[in-house]
Nanobody
Framework: QVQLVESGGGSVQPGGSLRLSCASSSITLDHYAVGWFRQVPGKEREGIAC????????YLADSVQGRFTVSKDNTRNTVDLQMDNLRPEDTAVYYC??????????????????????WGQGAQVTVSS
């Protein structure tokens, strides 16, 4: 079974920062398209960022542009999500997901949850004063 593990979640005050990492012991993430998603109770899972095997492939949803950054760390075999200037509306469970394909033919599909087959268990991020 392919396993993904998110780490780095926690609680911060508005304006604070967190860095999430997505790791796998079974696959090399640099070979896959990888997405970050978040979900709150009562709402559908929302795509917020993605990256694939190609250079300069970072893609962010409008809701997090200018505040979040997605990147790869091939030394650690992780895909990281740097979250700055966090807002209470960012509170959610954050998931990473991988697609077996090294990149997607249609870029906008990278923010669609149904694109992906492999998912982590999620990491809670809470932003409150």
């Amino acid at each position: 079974q392919v396993q993904l593990v998110e780490s780095g979640g926690g609680s911060v005050q508005p304006g604070g920062s967190l860095r999430l990492s997505c790791a796998s012991s079974s696959i090399t993430l640099d070979h896959y398209a990888v997405g970050w998603f978040r979900q709150v109770p009562g709402k559908e899972r929302e795509g917020i960022a993605c990256i694939d095997s190609r250079p300069n492939s970072e893609y962010l949803a409008d809701s997090v542009q200018g505040r979040f950054t997605v990147s790869k760390d091939n030394t650690r075999n992780t895909v990281d999500l740097q979250m700055d200037n966090l807002r209470p509306e960012d509170t959610a469970v954050y998931y990473c997901a991988a697609d077996v394909r090294p990149f997607l033919a249609v870029k906008r599909q990278c923010l669609q949850p149904t694109t992906y087959d492999y998912w982590g268990q999620g990491a809670q991020v809470t932003v409150s004063s």
